[in-house]
């Protein structure tokens, strides 16, 4: 019912940027919070960065003052402005989102399929 699709992974060098994208489409009436996560190998996957239906973000101490995340209501998008990358960044990145499908529901949550960000030299 509801898709999510990330895209702007890539290969950076240290200390480049880089900005993720994720977009929500299928029956959606309204998205509570969209978040970014990110799953290193050999670890388990971590929130990176939160964001509110009214713009609210949170972050994880490790990407704070290197990432902003940001969401385009209209067009059921979020982003993450990733700076100052580190080696230690590397990851699949993947997006998630609390979807609600109908007036009444409560919301669902909804995973993308990830997408790889390295960070190296």
């Known amino acids: 019912q509801v898709q999510l699709v990330e895209s702007g992974g890539g290969l950076v060098q240290p200390g480049g940027s880089l900005r993720l994208s994720c977009a929500a489409s299928?029956?959606?009436?309204?998205?509570?919070?969209m978040n970014w996560y990110r799953q290193a190998p050999g670890k388990e996957r971590e929130l990176v960065a939160s964001?509110?239906?009214?713009?609210?973000?949170n972050y994880a101490d490790s990407v704070k003052g290197r990432f902003t995340i940001s969401r385009d209501n209209a067009k059921n998008i979020v982003y993450l402005q990733m700076n100052s990358l580190k080696p230690e960044d590397t990851a699949v990145y993947y997006c998630?989102?609390?979807?609600?499908?109908?007036?009444?529901?409560?919301?669902?949550?909804?995973w993308g399929q990830g997408t790889q960000v390295t960070v190296s030299s």
């Open positions: 998630y989102a609390a979807v609600r499908t109908t007036t009444l529901g409560a919301p669902v949550g909804y």
């Open positions: 299928g029956r959606i009436f309204s998205i509570a919070y």
């Open positions: 964001i509110s239906a009214g713009g609210n973000p």
